[in-house]
């Protein structure tokens, strides 16, 4: 009896150590070798900000082996800087991945080829996901290849308007196979990348059904989930329009901080860029524009810049000559962007009076059309979008 309770023991023992195995190896070869950036990393993004998980030099043969801790099972990208890249599954799979790497040919256009996976069945929905994606961008690049060679690009508004119809229908055809693995595979934690890439909204049914089935094997997976979720929608939340806008730390060139709250009783255009961003220096003499006509109409601009060095902010300041109040946001603007929800710039809006956002993201002349409609008081809140979010957020 007591040699059956030990053998028991050790087989229980094993099988646990199995099922809660803290790292997986992720190996492969890339052809050609990019002598400038070789390394192999695995990346994760956490609002705006990209976290680097784990990273190996490349071998000369072009071979690398890579360990990666997994703390949770989760989606990570896998890259081969500046060249290519893969989502995969890390959760207790070991995997094969090769990559093509640096582009040979002597026009070289970014549109590396399809990387499979080599690896078990949650890898097996990463493939087919990452494929989707793969013929997506494939089938958009050969419509808007149609389209620019047509004699539609002579008149702007129908180019505008049909490749905004193609851009649609090439996303809800790719939503269409994301919920069809939905439905056939709520078995797989792997799922998970399916879901993130469905419309909260018109999904809504379909995500809960996939969610139910998939938490009762893997339950810490759904919490997980459904906290990160609801985390996304509090964010997403804080910068619809008509929201209060929130404050951020940002420094004048004399170390003053900056508070967005004393601009309240004025209507704000709050412009956030950097110094190295072309589209941003692009933009100033549109905003100088907008100053010159405004500054005496209870009208504010303050630009904020997430500059990582203070030196190559001041220096724009001077060339770009901007006689509204300045400020720079620490480490980069990290904390700012993941506040206001954006990863791009020039990332420019209009905040009213009352220091709620009016409007997002403006360019060129719609700067100016948002200030005048902000002044007359004309409403822009999509009240039902931002009751539909906030019953959402309270789920």
């Known amino acids: 009896m007591k040699q059956t309770l030990i053998l028991i023991s050790l087989i229980c023992f094993s099988t646990g150590n199995i099922m809660a ?17 070789n390394k192999i990393e695995a990346t994760r993004h956490e609002g705006t900000q990209k976290i680097v ?37 890390v959760e207790d799979e070991n995997l094969e991945v090769d990559f093509h790497g640096r582009d040979t040919a002597k026009i070289v256009i970014k549109n590396p080829p399809y990387v499979y996976i ?25 419509l808007y290849r149609e389209l620019y060679n047509s004699k539609i690009h002579e008149d702007e508004k129908e180019e505008i308007r049909v490749a905004s119809a193609i851009g649609y229908s090439d996303q809800e055809n790719y939503r269409a196979h994301m919920r069809y693995i939905c439905e056939h595979y709520a078995d797989r934690t792997s799922v998970i990348a399916a879901i993130n890439d469905l419309d909260e909204e018109k999904d809504a049914a379909l995500i809960e059904k996939t969610l139910n089935t998939l938490e009762k094997s893997n339950p810490k997976v759904v919490a997980n989930y459904r906290a990160t979720a609801k985390k996304k929608r509090d964010c997403e939340l804080r910068m619809q329009i008509g929201q209060s806008i929130p404050e951020f730390e940002a420094y004048t060139p004399k170390g ?12 704000l255009v709050l ?30 601009f303050l630009s904020v810049s997430v500059d990582a060095k203070k030196e190559d902010w001041i220096r724009a300041l001077k060339e770009e000559n ?29 905040i009213d009076q009352n220091g709620y956002l009016y409007r997002k993201n403006v360019r060129g002349q719609q700067i100016q059309e948002a200030i005048c409609e902000c002044l007359t008081g004309k409403p822009t809140q999509d009240k ?3 009751q539909r979010i906030k019953a959402a957020s309270m789920m």
């Open 21 to 37: 195995q803290h790292t997986i190896e992720v190996k492969g070869k890339i052809k050609f070798i990019e002598p400038k950036m």
């Open 53 to 89: 998980v784990a990273e190996t030099p490349v071998n000369k043969d072009g071979t690398y082996k890579l360990t990666i801790n997994v703390d949770k099972p989760q989606s990570l990208s896998l890259s081969y800087p500046w060249w290519q890249s893969v989502n995969i599954w």
């Open 118 to 142: 080599r690896g078990g069945k949650n890898n097996e929905v990463m493939n087919w996901i990452n494929f989707e994606r793969y013929r997506n961008y494939q089938q958009m690049i050969e």
């Open 256 to 267: 003053k901080k900056m508070n967005v709250q004393n601009f309240k009783g004025k209507v």
């Open 271 to 300: 412009d956030f860029w950097a110094s190295w961003c072309g589209p941003c220096r692009q933009e100033v003499p549109n905003l100088k524009k907008a100053y010159e006509e405004f500054k005496n109409k209870n009208v504010e």
């Open 322 to 350: 901007m006689p509204w109040p300045q400020a720079q946001a620490p480490n980069g603007g990290r904390q700012v962007m993941d506040t206001y929800q954006f990863s791009g710039i020039p990332f420019i809006l209009v």
């Open 384 to 386: 039902k979008k931002s």
